[in-house]
């Protein structure tokens, strides 16, 4: 099973930027679809961001839509995900994924094989 490890999360104030990094371990990453998900307590997970095993195509939720960007680097097992314009309703522990299917895409928790540990976000108002 792939393991992953968020870096990058910190305290930002509304309108900043900040960028998490997601690195993975295991030769089959580049098998697998990537994602982003994002939860606030009391709260299901809510999808942010998924990227396809060849990092050609990529999703979004409706609300960081034009605002943030899911990228890949496949040579480095790392997967980025670039959060520009932040709001304080950003405010989420951010998590990592893989597909849970080779070649799958992890739009869905029911979608996503591996997590990371998650990485706290915090914007200020």
């Known amino acids: 099973q792939v393991q992953l490890v968020e870096s990058g999360g910190g305290l930002v104030q509304a309108g900043g930027s900040l960028r998490l990094s997601c690195a993975a371990s295991?030769?089959?990453?580049?098998?697998?679809?990537l994602g982003w998900f994002r939860q606030v307590p009391g709260k299901e997970r809510e999808f942010v961001a998924a990227?396809?095993?060849?990092?050609?195509?990529?999703y979004y939720g409706d609300s960081v839509r034009d605002r943030f960007t899911i990228s890949r680097d496949n040579a480095k097992n790392t997967v980025y995900l670039q959060m520009n314009s932040l709001k304080p309703e950003d405010t989420a522990v951010y998590y990592c994924?893989?597909?849970?299917?080779?070649?799958?895409?992890?739009?869905?928790?029911?979608?996503?094989?591996?997590w990371g540990q998650g990485t706290q976000v915090t914007v200020s108002s």
């Open positions: 994924v893989t597909s849970k299917d080779m070649m799958g895409l992890p739009t869905t928790p029911r979608l996503a094989g591996s």
């Open positions: 295991g030769r089959t990453f580049i098998y697998y679809g």
């Open positions: 990227i396809t095993h060849t990092g050609r195509t990529t």
